[in-house]
């Protein structure tokens, strides 16, 4: 075990593992001490084919199948506990218990109990596109950036936590915007339409993707990444373990995506960084 610490605070059950989970997997097995904190209960997702029979469930199923892939991460999981936001436009938007809607000063003061508690020198969360524009992506980029600020101030929540912390490093996972020009390339390629992709047709692959020279940092994990997958499978309601397997063989999936990439947030990057660990210490 070193004395290493990381806390990730993303929206969904499933984004631990269908976004960053081959970072947590990789410094898990390193012996840092991964937290996950998972924002939503997964309750307005959509569910994936063939298991309609378990929206009356959802909440459990969600919960049971997140737990699982946690476990499988080597990571600890936190879950805030609020009830998901939908898609842009979605009626489950103006419950007036979703995530987005719930009063910030409340959602910041849990994320800065986490910080003060865990003491992470990282903290990683969504970029504020959330990479693909979900509301709860957004609102969990706008409340951990305010948190990571905030833990370090005994003026702000001083009721809260041991005592001011100020970790290191915040960073944003991102999607890079030359993946997305492949799928969406793919998915021409395939007759299908990438301006209405996704299970309900509402996301726009075309104005998805963060460029380039704005992704400061990227973790390989072609070795972890049977147990991204294998963390991945266990969203099974969400169509786990079925989506890219059918395109491409095993080693030209690792060759393509085994890598997750990050916008350092803070310290500001430098013109030109590229880090390949998020503890380095690099400029
Ligand atoms: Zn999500």
Known sequence: MTD?????????????????????????????????AIATDGVAGSVAEG???TLQDLVNVR?????AAVNILGATLHKLGYRDSGYINDPANHHPEAFINIDEHEVIGKVVALIREIRPQVVITHDETGGYYHPDHI???KVTTAAFQAAADPDQYPEIGPEPYQPERLYYTAIPNRAVKFFALMMRL?????KHAGRNKDIDYTKLGIAPELLTASIDYRAYWDVKMAASAQHSSQGGGTSRNRLF?????????????YIRAVPPAPPGLHETDLFANGR
Do not use: M
């Open 4 to 36: 290493k610490r990381l806390l990730a605070v993303l929206a969904h059950p499933d984004d631990e593992s269908f976004g960053p989970g081959g970072t947590f997997a990789r410094y898990a097995a390193e012996g840092v001490d991964v937290h996950i």
């Open 51 to 53: 298991y309609e029979d």
């Open 63 to 67: 919960t049971r199948e997140l737990d």
């Open 139 to 141: 609102q969990c980029w």
């Open 190 to 194: 395939r007759g299908q339409d990438p």
């Open 249 to 261: 063989p095993v080693w030209l999936q690792k060759l393509l995506f085994a890598k997750d990439l």
